[in-house]
């Protein structure tokens, strides 16, 4: 299964020619504005590649209400602008986009930026499902320690129970207590 792209411009040169970039390897979404990109978020792209500028709801109001769907929120942003000012980058980062990438760009070089930012974000994924894994496997491993370290108790209580009859059950309601 090819990953998926979602390109988010309001200018139609600009999408096509980023489409024409990345089809031969992804499989690539289009969206011209901001509200577009919202219904296209839930055909789950590995990435979108969102632009700052757009009539109507802009790229960080777009990436704000994607950070808000469930679905959508661990997609990985990269904003392409031609803004130029330092605010705006820091804003785009601060707002959740995992790069921030200039116009007029290199190619070769947001190709590469892309595949990294997918590789990268799959790692991420793929740990972060470890890490659940291994929780639920110590989580599980811990339950069957206190059960037998319970039935050890009960075994000793039972043991101390049968050698005085005055104490029985006692043992074990203490160790219940505890």
Not at 105 to 113: G, H, N, Q, S
């Amino acid at each position: 299964m090819r990953q998926k792209l979602l390109i988010v411009d309001d200018e139609p040169g600009i999408v096509d020619m980023l489409k024409s970039y990345f089809e031969p390897q992804y499989e690539v979404l289009t969206a011209y504005s901001g509200d577009e990109a919202l219904r296209k978020v839930a055909a789950v792209p590995d990435l979108i590649l969102l632009d700052i500028h757009m009539p109507g709801m802009d790229g960080f109001q777009t990436m704000l209400a994607i950070r808000e769907n469930e679905t959508a929120a661990d997609i990985p942003v990269i904003f392409l602008t031609a803004d130029d000012d330092s605010d705006t980058e820091k804003r785009g980062l601060e707002v959740g986009a995992v790069d921030f990438i200039k116009k007029p760009f290199v190619p070769e070089v947001l190709l590469l930026r892309v595949r990294h930012t997918i590789d990268l974000s799959r790692l991420q994924a793929d740990l972060a499902h470890e890490v659940l894994k291994k929780t639920q496997e110590i989580a599980a491993q811990h339950e069957k320690l206190e059960r037998i370290s319970m039935q050890i108790v009960k075994a000793l209580s039972g043991a101390v129970d049968a050698k005085d009859t005055y104490t029985n059950g006692h043992s074990l309601r203490v160790a219940e207590y505890s």
